[in-house]
């Protein structure tokens, strides 16, 4: 089993539509991340997590909001979809030391999200 | 605020031969992180290398290296004798480091590699 995990893999919804994208991971670590994906773009920042109470916004997080329901669990939710949010979604999480290294993320396998 | 910059949108070697992939990015930090992360047709992100800033030693993996430039801001990817399975995007990316805001990395645009038989 992968140690994030995202679901959906893939989803198609409707322009006003409310969605959520779910994270799990089994690494044990603290610190959760949500990214974006879009081509010519790279990865860019959406929210981020410390801990269960500690949340933060990321370059672009108008739009999104996020729960940390648990350590090991971290939702997007998109309130009301539009096009533009099209894109592919990540996951990642690190630790305070990181295991394989200081700083290094551990990405979930992607949610491809469609909006029409 | 960093950037980061990789100005190759795509690029294609044949197989078994040596391609350089480049990046460029923008700090007034000393300090800090720089990786190079694949993603292959799975889309999966794998990390490939890192290179600590402080170290001036260019950071190692297998067929895999880094041209560390810190004066030019310059942090380039060699692939050496490259394989079928280097197909991918690769994505350079910046790390502060020991950031309070944890591991946030600011990511290049990408690069398109097609290893060619």
Avoid at chain 1, 59 to 65: F, Q
Avoid at chain 2, 4 to 10: A, G, H, I, L
Avoid at chain 2, 53 to 77: D, G, H, I, P
Wanted: with cysteine.
């Amino acid at each position: 089993d992968a140690d994030v995990t995202q679901t959906p893999r893939n989803r198609i919804t409707k322009t006003g539509k409310r969605i959520m994208l779910e994270c799990s991971q089994t690494k044990g670590h603290d610190r959760m991340y949500w990214y974006r994906q879009d081509p010519g773009l790279g990865l860019r920042l959406i929210y981020y997590s410390f801990d269960v109470k500690d949340i933060n916004k990321g370059e672009i997080s108008d739009g999104y909001s996020v729960s940390r329901q648990a350590q090991a669990k971290f939702s997007l939710s998109l309130e009301s979809a539009i096009p533009n949010q099209t894109a592919l979604y990540f996951c990642a999480t690190s630790g305070i030391t990181g295991t394989g290294g200081f700083g290094e993320l551990f990405f979930g396998e992607g949610s491809r999200l469609t909006v029409l | 605020a960093q950037t980061v910059t990789q100005s190759q949108p795509e690029m294609s070697v044949q197989e078994a031969e040596t391609v350089t992939l480049s990046c460029t990015y923008d700090t007034s930090e000393s300090n800090y992180y720089l990786f190079w992360y694949k993603q292959p047709p799975s889309r999966q992100m794998i990390l490939v290398i890192r290179q600590e800033a402080y170290k001036q030693q260019n950071a190692t993996e297998n067929r895999f290296s880094v041209n560390f430039q810190k004066a030019a801001k310059s942090f380039s990817l060699k692939i050496s004798d490259s394989q079928l399975g280097d197909t991918a995007m690769y994505f350079c990316a910046f790390m502060k480091h020991r950031s309070t805001s944890g591991s946030r990395l600011t990511f290049g645009e990408g690069t398109q590699l097609t290893v060619n038989p």
